[in-house]
């Protein structure tokens, strides 16, 4: 038997407990604290221009007075030469950009975060809940730019092609849609607001491919694949050359011979979906190794 005043102390303990998570639920940030181990948050110190010092002895010699995105006036004024084609220059899409860049903003944002279709909503832990810049190239579009964007995100175009100049004036000023061309079937009808979009200033591509990865510039035409830098490469390629303080999450393959291991967290897909792609993984995990030893930038997760 239990005496009258257990009971009064166990109903006391049940008022307490639903008290507790009632309050939890109703701040969410409490629930953290409450029922998870809160992360202790590290406080570093951000020096001005130290991203800047590592990444001129990355990139050598080279100038921080590139714009980020491309504009207008540097191809409608006046001619900017470009030494290489796509991705690495404009040579040759110089009419198609113009078109393109009369109808987009090129005004930069004040810090940068993720790319492709990799998805935000329940995974803000890692990657964090705002997203100032997403670099994309067509066929990873994601068919509603709404989503995992926030409404001020800069959509950023990454040109691999002259087609992808192509898409975007066809998006923006609807126009008769082209199916052929891309690897992989583009969004026909995407609903964004054209002072989102930014077009990246090719350069960058270039520093992360001669720079990081010591790629040859001009390939042959009838090579099978062209190699390129992944999205990310370029990604921290960018950020080393306007932010402060660069860290990266998520970098890093899962071992070369393990074939069932999926190399994304948010779909199943494993290293196999990427013979083809142009990318030399390993030649990467060994640039973004000397960054991490340089301190050029710093990782929040495992490598
Ligand atoms: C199958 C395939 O072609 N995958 C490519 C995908 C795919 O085209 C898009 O996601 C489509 O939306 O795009 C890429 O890259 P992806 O979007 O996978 O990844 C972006 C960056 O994160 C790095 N990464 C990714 C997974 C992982 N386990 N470790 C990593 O270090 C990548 O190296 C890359 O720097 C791309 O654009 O670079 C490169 C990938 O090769
Ligand atoms: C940063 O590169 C992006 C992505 O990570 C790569 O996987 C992808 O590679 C594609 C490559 O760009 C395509 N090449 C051309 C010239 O379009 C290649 O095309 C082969 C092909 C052709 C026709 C029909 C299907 C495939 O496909 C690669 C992907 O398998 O490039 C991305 C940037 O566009």
């Given amino acids: 038997m239990i005496s009258k005043s257990r009971w009064k102390l166990l109903a006391m303990l049940a008022l307490v407990l639903v008290v507790m998570v009632w309050y939890s639920i109703s701040r969410e940030d409490r629930y953290i604290e409450l029922f998870y181990f809160p992360i202790p948050e590290k406080k570093e110190p951000c020096f001005q221009g130290e991203a800047e010092r590592k990444a001129s002895k990355l990139f050598g010699n ?3 007075d590139q714009p980020i995105f491309l504009q207008l006036k540097d191809y409608f004024w006046v001619k900017t030469p470009s030494a290489y084609e796509l991705p690495y220059g404009t040579k040759g899409s110089e009419d198609l950009l113009l078109r393109v860049l009369a109808i987009t903003s090129y005004s930069i944002p004040e810090s940068i ?3 492709n279709n990799a998805p935000v909503a329940g995974y803000e832990g890692d990657v964090g809940s705002k997203t100032t810049m997403r670099l994309f190239y067509p066929e990873s579009a994601h068919f509603n730019p709404k989503v995992e964007n926030n409404p001020d995100t800069l959509l950023v175009l990454v040109a691999f092609k002259a087609m992808d100049f192509h898409w975007i004036e066809t998006i923006l000023s609807d126009k008769k849609r082209v199916r052929k ?3 992989k079937q583009p969004p026909l009808i995407w609903d964004v607001n054209p002072r989102q979009i930014r077009i990246l200033n090719p350069f960058f591509m270039e520093i992360a491919a001669d ?3 010591s790629l040859p510039m001009q390939q ?3 090579i099978k694949q062209v190699q390129k830098p992944t999205t990310g490469l370029l990604a921290i390629t960018l950020a080393l050359h306007l932010c402060d303080l660069v860290h990266i999450a998520g970098f890093g393959y899962p071992d070369a011979h393990n074939r069932k291991q999926t190399i994304h967290y948010y779909e199943q897909i494993t ?12 030649q990467e995990a ?4 000397r960054m991490l030893e340089m301190g050029a930038v710093k990782n929040l997760t495992f490598f």
Avoid: C, D, E, T
């Fill in 62 to 64: 080279y100038s921080r």
């Fill in 113 to 115: 975060q993720r790319l």
């Fill in 181 to 183: 061309g891309f690897w």
């Fill in 211 to 213: 720079k990081l990865l």
């Fill in 220 to 222: 042959p035409r009838k």
């Fill in 271 to 282: 290293l196999k979906s990427m013979a083809g792609s142009g990318h030399n993984v390993s």
């Fill in 286 to 289: 060994l640039a973004i190794k």
